[in-house]
């Protein structure tokens, strides 16, 4: 299996590393890009300020609209000779978000991707389904060259298709699949239509990512289809999937690959520092980005940061799960409530189907909350019994129970096969 050096270095040299590419990273914003020579000049913060890595305190923030605000390309550090690839956002909320690569980002990325793939337990000559999209998603074609940069052998199967999925799945006795956690247990429940144990395939890892993924999510996957699971994590802003992975020696966090991104985590709200180990809000800085370079961008994934060394031996620091996103937040009668923390409520019971639905309502000027849930395929219990544990149980952890809980048949919930699936349908 590859090493990589890197990862294990002390952490004053991470920290010397991450100040000398920060302030690189920091000049070219201000020399290149006029959106961030304007808010640098407005901070009052010039590259020559930058001395530490916690210099980048001083330094403006960076959020999604900006990035619409300045669509298409008023965020490129390069000119467009250089730019050798586009990708963007799905624009479901607006404009795409439009990023691009130089040969060195791609080649950055290839390798973040293979770490992230090594940290997995992958290894060369090992063949991966990558399952995600191809296109202007980065999902797929982010993967794939991580794949073969590694020395794996790559199916570019993309997303759909599922029963495709499992043939080859099973023909070609792939040993790792990548895709949406969701698509993970949707791939295991069309095996079991087709008559396959998904258990019986050479399959021993699932490496899933786009979506948050609680741990009775991963514990389903795994149990399902016999494998371990490995969450991965990226965002198209930064670049792509290959920002993190978890280790398949602790599967205790995510490592972020430091030598090329910095990562802090702020209070939501206010977007100050918390304190080390406190959830908040992450916000990366991109250190080695050259068409793109990302100061301080908000993500909006809420997470904690841990920089005790793992016990893989890598020092590099570890986000936990995403728990959810900050703008993922229901408020329902002056209660907060983020969708990860229903699901892993309802998933602590073996009579359901990791698939539930959130309705949201508003009636005569009151918030409503619907909560439908899909009972497991072999249930065979009591309707009632079920419902009141489930509701006792929301209450005892959340301190909320939803204003109506429907016991869903099982298969009746929507899937998805390709993209990510909707949990939330706020109709209010």
Request: glycine share 8%.
């Amino acid at each position: 299996m590859p090493e990589y050096a890197v990862e294990r270095r002390d952490r004053e040299s991470i920290r010397e590393l991450q100040a000398d590419r920060l302030r690189e990273t920091v000049a070219r914003a201000y020399e290149n890009v006029p959106f961030y020579r304007e808010a640098l000049d407005e901070a009052g913060v010039s590259p020559d300020d930058i001395d530490s890595v916690e210099d980048v305190r001083e330094l403006p923030m960076t959020t999604k609209e900006d990035f619409r605000d300045e669509y298409p390309d008023g965020l490129f550090a390069v000119d467009d000779e250089e730019v050798r690839r586009i990708h963007a956002s799905s624009g479901t909320t607006g404009k795409p978000k439009i990023v691009g690569y130089t040969d060195g980002d791609l080649d950055v990325w290839s390798e973040v991707v293979a770490r992230s793939l090594s940290a997995s337990g992958v290894e060369p000559g090992d063949t991966v389904q990558n399952a995600y999209g191809y296109g202007l998603f980065t999902g797929g074609l982010g993967l794939h060259y991580g794949i073969e940069e590694l020395g794996a052998t790559v199916i570019p199967i993309g997303g759909g298709q599922t029963q495709r999925q499992v043939e080859i799945l099973q023909d070609l006795g792939s040993d790792v699949i990548s895709c949406t956690p969701s698509y993970a247990l949707y791939i295991a429940e069309t095996a079991e239509g087709m008559g396959i144990d998904p258990t019986d395939l050479d399959l021993s890892t699932v490496i899933f990512g786009a979506e948050p993924c609680t741990e009775p999510m991963r514990r389903e996957i795994e149990e399902r289809l016999g494998v371990t699971g490995i969450d991965i994590y990226g965002l198209s802003e930064i670049i792509g999937p290959g920002v993190s992975n978890e280790c398949h020696e602790a599967q205790d966090g995510l490592h972020i690959w430091e030598d090329h991104f910095l990562p802090e985590v702020v209070d939501p709200a206010t977007g100050e520092p918390v304190e080390e180990g406190e959830e908040g809000e992450l916000v990366l800085t991109t250190l080695t980005k050259e068409a793109v370079p990302v100061l301080r961008y908000r993500t909006g994934d809420l997470t904690t940061l841990d920089y005790e060394e793992c016990e893989c031996s890598r020092t590099m620091v570890r986000m936990d799960n995403v728990t959810g996103r900050a703008d993922d937040l229901l408020i329902v009668r002056g209660v907060n409530l983020y969708p990860s923390e229903i699901e892993s409520v309802v998933l602590e019971f073996d009579d359901v189907a990791p698939y539930y639905r959130i309705d949201l309502d508003r009636e005569d000027e009151l918030d409503t909350m619907k909560l439908s849930v899909e009972l497991a395929e072999d249930f065979d219990g009591d309707r009632g019994e079920t419902r009141e544990e489930i509701l006792t149980r929301l209450e005892n952890v959340l301190s909320f129970t939803p204003d109506e809980l429907r016991l869903a048949e099982p298969g009746e919930l929507a899937r998805t096969e390709v993209g990510k699936v909707k949990r939330v349908f706020d109709n209010r």
